[in-house]
């Protein structure tokens, strides 16, 4: 079984611009969820979808959002970009994490290093 | 809300040893913890995971430790290998199911 894959594995953007990054999470996995890494905050939580909804939400400003498709792919958003959002942006997929045992478990991509130039 | 804390930024052990690398976390409710490696390039890997109904639980190498009373958890992998050296994570769910991430260990295997 394919894992989770994200693309572009690299970006580069200046200032202002926006981006828009791919997860396509395990097939029949219905929730993906967005991450955040950076060495000073660590792994921060950005939102999570299931089934085309978003279900939960981190504290980050409004210029982060996202969607998800009927086939559970996924697209986050970050307009207006500044120095600070760059990072390593993660995406888990999971059956459904509201679901007890196994089905909490998470898998993640390799991530997509954004570089706000 | 919750927080999750981990005690050593980094630990360095012989190959060969036990590891033990330890989280606390703040919520006194919080119910499933997560264990997850971090390989260079490379997004967290599951490890393990305990449910706030257990004490220990194991895996491959690794124990997990839950103490609720002091509101720690550790992890301990056994006969550490070169292939261990990684960024180790704890991860707490909070009360609306997202995880919470402890900042990690990174874990160095001495030869």
């Known amino acids: 079984k394919a894992g989770v894959t994200q693309t572009p594995r690299y970006l580069i953007k200046t200032r202002g611009q926006q981006v828009t990054l791919s997860c396509s999470p395990i097939?029949?996995?219905?929730?993906v969820s967005w991450y955040q890494q950076t060495p000073g905050q660590g792994l921060q939580f950005l939102f999570e979808?299931?089934?085309?909804?978003?279900?939960n939400k981190g504290n980050f400003p409004g210029r982060f959002s996202g969607r998800q498709f009927s086939n559970s792919r996924s697209e986050m958003n970050v307009s207006t970009l500044e120095l600070g959002d760059s990072a390593l942006y993660l995406c888990?997929?999971?059956?459904?994490?509201?679901?007890?045992?196994?089905?909490?478990?998470?898998?993640f991509g390799p991530g997509t290093r954004l570089t706000v130039l | 809300g919750e927080s999750v804390g981990l005690h050593l930024p980094t630990l360095s052990v012989q190959e060969g040893d036990n590891s033990i690398i330890n989280c606390a976390y703040s919520?006194?409710?919080?119910?499933?913890f997560i264990w997850y490696k971090q390989e260079s390039g490379k997004g967290p890997q599951f490890i393990i995971d305990?449910?706030?109904?257990?004490d220990k639980r194991q895996g491959q190498r690794v124990t997990v430790l839950l103490n609720k009373t002091v509101k720690h958890l550790s992890l301990q992998i056994a006969a550490t290998q070169p292939g261990d050296s990684a960024v180790y994570f704890c991860?707490?769910?909070?009360?609306?199911?997202?995880?919470?991430f402890g900042s990690g260990t990174r874990l160095l295997v001495r030869p």
């Open positions: 979808y299931f089934s085309e909804t978003q279900r």
């Open positions: 919520n006194s409710a919080s119910d499933y």
């Open positions: 305990i449910r706030s109904n257990m």
């Open positions: 991860a707490v769910m909070d009360s609306s199911y997202k995880l919470i």
């Open positions: 888990a997929s999971s059956p459904d994490p509201l679901a007890g045992g196994p089905e909490n478990e998470q898998f």
């Open positions: 097939s029949g996995h219905r929730s």
